[in-house]
């Protein structure tokens, strides 16, 4: 299934925030949008899952506008897990993350099925151990698991993510990228996740759409091509040196003075 954006614009007021955005996603993998603080990265995926309305242009799933499909069937194909959860009350781990399946269920009843899902997911990200614990209970990295545990049990076709490895230490970062990239490979689904970090995305993207501003597309593509020691200089006005890891590039960035030195 292609979720496609055309011409996409969105504004905070008289404040133009995301201005001709263009891109598809044509088939299951890992994209990862990267780029400094402040260029829209989390506003273009609050507009994918359809909590902002666009200003202009239009987001399409299988070939149909999102703003035409119900809130019921859209959350059937497409999750949103934010970088900071805000959940109200305290709700045991499982019950949380039982809340992912209720696009699916009728009256807000749970089947065998919802729970065998429930436990799959909790177990993929490593806490199912705490699945009868409270959520106000977790450390920040555990929270961070449950969240996306949650939106991964909804099963969508697409799943989308605002810097799913905050809060979380290098092991878990590693591992949680590794779950992501290996379920969008078997399932089918689509994941798409923002993320700070230039060397998970270069590690375990699959594609990668590179942010600049003032909101605008300024490279996509596979890692190789869009993480180069150029666009590093243009987009974040650092400079960095490039070297291979695996057939990866990974990224070693210039301290401030040496950057100046060398300009």
């Known amino acids: 299934m292609r979720l496609s954006v055309e011409n996409l614009e969105y ?6 925030v995301l201005c001709g955005i263009n891109f598809r996603v044509d088939r299951p993998g890992l994209t990862c949008i990267i780029g400094p603080n402040g260029v829209g990265k989390s506003t273009l ?3 994918l899952d359809g909590i902002y309305k666009p200003s202009a242009g239009r987001i399409t799933i299988g070939g149909r506008d999102i703003s035409g499909i119900r809130p019921r069937e859209l959350a059937r194909l497409v999750a949103f897990v934010p970088v900071v959860s805000g959940d109200m009350f305290s709700m045991t781990v499982f019950d949380t993350v039982m809340m992912g399946r209720r696009p699916h269920q009728k009256l807000g009843n749970a089947s065998p099925l919802d729970r065998e899902i429930v436990r799959r997911t909790l177990n993929m990200m490593g806490i199912r151990d705490l699945a009868m614990r409270g959520s106000d209970e977790l450390s920040a990295g555990q929270h961070q698991r449950m969240v996306i545990a ?14 799913p490895t905050a809060n979380l230490d290098a092991r878990h970062q590693i591992q949680v990228a590794m779950t992501l990239k ?7 689904m689509s994941v798409i996740m923002i993320s700070h970090d230039l060397n998970i995305a270069a590690r375990f993207a699959d594609t990668i759409i590179m942010m600049a501003p003032p909101g605008v597309v300024y490279a996509s593509g596979p890692p190789e091509e869009v ?12 400079g960095c040196s490039i070297v291979d890891a695996g057939g990866r590039p990974h990224v070693i960035l210039l301290d401030p003075l040496r950057f100046r030195e060398t300009r």
């Open 11 to 16: 504004s905070y007021g008289s404040a133009k």
């Open 182 to 188: 290996d379920l969008a490979s078997r399932s089918g």
């Open 150 to 163: 949650r939106g991964l049990a909804q099963t969508p076709r697409f799943l989308l993510l605002d810097e």
């Open 227 to 238: 993480i180069t020691e150029s666009s590093i200089r243009d987009v974040y006005g650092v």
């Open 45 to 47: 995926v609050k507009c």
